[in-house]
């Protein structure tokens, strides 16, 4: 059974950094894509960031490029997100994503398994 939680989440001030970790179990971690998403109160969950699963290749959602690195470390099947710069509008419930299938794309529908969430709150 995949279980995927995530921590790092928090109360923090517009242009500071969070750095968020996934602790992912019960698969082969190595084989899979991983991802982040994120869902604001009213709206829908959208993809921030993927990985694939060897980390060569890295996709971010426009909002978040180039204040947001998707990382991860196979041998601790840990995957994080380092988060600069931030921005009231980056307030959300931010999630760990996995894989359907090993090796698989990187877009939204490419993911299957989702953790149970960490708030970030961005104040002005």
């Known amino acids: 059974q995949v279980q995927l939680v995530e921590s790092g989440g928090g109360l923090v001030q517009a242009g500071d950094s969070l750095r968020l970790t996934c602790a992912a179990s019960g698969r082969t971690f190595s084989l899979y894509n991983m991802g982040w998403f994120r869902q604001a109160p009213g709206k829908e969950r959208d993809i921030v960031a993927a990985?694939?699963?060897?980390?060569?290749?890295?996709r971010y959602a426009d909002s978040v490029e180039g204040r947001f690195t998707i990382s991860r470390d196979n041998a601790k099947n840990m995957l994080y997100l380092q988060m600069n710069s931030l921005k009231p509008d980056d307030t959300a419930v931010y999630y760990c994503?996995?894989?359907?299938?090993?090796?698989?794309?990187?877009?939204?529908?490419?993911?299957?398994?989702w953790g149970q969430g960490t708030q970030v709150t961005v104040s002005s």
């Open positions: 994503a996995m894989g359907r299938l090993p090796g698989r794309g990187l877009s939204s529908g490419d993911f299957g398994y």
């Open positions: 990985i694939s699963w060897a980390a060569s290749t890295t």
